[in-house]
């Protein structure tokens, strides 16, 4: 049974930053790609980053050159550094372990979610 479990979520005022992590366990790590999510009220969930086995990694334009993901295959860990952090990042965060048909990503497993909360 695969497991992902995130940290690192809190509140921190605008232009803070933080660091999720996600621990990963039950499967083989590395040949999967890995994704971070958020859902904020209201909203639906969107993606924020993915990276890949091979380590390529897209961002959501609100996010790109604030955050980023990256991976410790040796560790099962994803994190996602997010800096300069705004209030509309808002939101509860996902890890997911995600698989590719074609040129579709699609999630099979989440972690439980970690709230982010950043004030203005």
């Known amino acids: 049974q695969v497991q992902l479990v995130e940290s690192g979520g809190g509140l921190v005022q605008a232009g803070g930053s933080l660091r999720l992590s996600c621990v990963a366990s039950?499967?083989?790590?590395?040949?999967?790609?890995m994704g971070w999510y958020r859902q904020a009220p209201g909203k639906q969930r969107e993606l924020v980053a993915r990276?890949?086995?091979?380590?390529?990694?897209n961002y959501a334009d609100s996010v790109k050159g604030r955050f980023t993901i990256s991976r410790d295959n040796a560790k099962n860990m994803v994190y996602l550094q997010m800096n300069s952090l705004k209030p509309e990042d808002t939101a509860v965060y996902y890890c997911s372990r995600e698989r590719r048909i074609s040129d579709t990503y699609y999630s099979d497993y989440w972690g439980q979610g970690t709230q982010v909360t950043v004030s203005s």
């Open positions: 990276i890949t086995s091979g380590g390529s990694t």
């Open positions: 039950g499967s083989i790590f590395s040949i999967y790609p």
